[in-house]
C-alpha cells in the first residue's frame, strides 16, 4: 500500500494498482490504475501513473507530484528491502550484497559492512529497484560519476523523505557535482533524550 501525503490509499488484489494524487486539499475521489507487476522500476510507475492521471512535464502539479511520489515509493521500497533499524546487520548485509560486495553475508559487523560500503556509491532508486529485481545495483567508484549519471537519468530522490527512516538517511548525500566534500554521506540525526 502506498500513502501519497496522505490523502488516498490504494488497495492490493490480483494486479497491482497506484493511488490517484491528490493535489489539492480538495476531497480525493479514488482513481485506481492497474499497473501489472510491481516488479517495474520506480521511474516506470512514475511514468504510468503520470500518464493515467494527465500529468505532463509542462505542468507544475508533475514535479511536485513526481517528488512526492518518488519519495513515498522509494520509501516504501527501501522499508520493504532494508528496514529501517540502522544497526540490524540483516539490513546491512543485504545493502552490501545489492551494492555487489562479494562476501556481504560472511560480514560479522555493521561496523564491517559501512566499512565495506565506504567508497561504493549508488543511486537510492537504482537501489531500490535492484533490490526489488534480486539483482545487484549499478554503482560508481567516485561521487562525482554519481551525480553525472543521476541528473542525466533524473533519479533524484527528495531529502525531506528521508525523515521517515533512520537507515535511509545514513546514505543520503547532498549533489553538487565537483564538490566532493558535501559527497559524503549525510550523519545520522542525533536523538534527543
Not at 490523502?7 to 488484489?13: D, E, K, P, Q, Y
Not at 543511486?123 to 553525472?148: E, G, K, S
Amino acid at each position: 500500500m502506498y500513502i501519497i501525503e496522505g490523502h488516498c490509499h490504494t488497495i492490493a488484489g490480483p494486479s497491482l494498482l497506484l493511488p490517484h494524487f491528490c493535489l489539492s486539499s480538495a476531497p480525493c475521489i479514488m482513481s485506481l490504475v492497474p499497473i501489472g507487476s510491481q516488479s517495474q522500476d520506480v521511474l516506470v510507475r512514475w511514468d504510468q501513473y503520470a500518464l493515467a492521471n494527465g500529468l505532463h512535464r509542462t505542468m507544475d502539479e508533475y514535479w511536485e507530484a513526481r517528488r512526492l511520489f518518488i519519495g513515498r515509493v522509494v520509501n516504501a521500497d527501501f522499508n520493504e528491502f532494508f528496514g529501517s533499524d540502522k544497526v540490524d546487520l540483516n539490513a546491512w548485509r543485504g545493502l552490501c550484497r545489492t551494492e555487489g560486495i562479494d562476501g556481504a553475508d560472511e560480514l560479522p559487523t555493521v561496523k564491517a559492512c559501512r566499512k565495506a560500503l565506504e567508497h561504493v556509491h549508488c543511486n537510492i532508486i537504482d537501489l531500490v529497484d535492484a533490490a526489488r529485481q534480486q539483482q545487484i545495483c549499478r554503482t560508481f567508484r567516485h561521487p562525482d560519476d554519481l551525480v553525472r549519471y543521476s541528473k542525466d537519468a533524473g533519479k533524484f530522490y527528495p531529502l525531506k523523505s528521508a525523515k521517515e527512516n533512520e537507515l535511509l538517511e545514513m546514505f543520503l548525500v547532498v549533489m553538487q557535482e565537483g564538490n566532493t566534500a558535501n559527497l559524503q554521506p549525510r550523519r545520522p540525526r542525533r536523538q534527543r533524550r
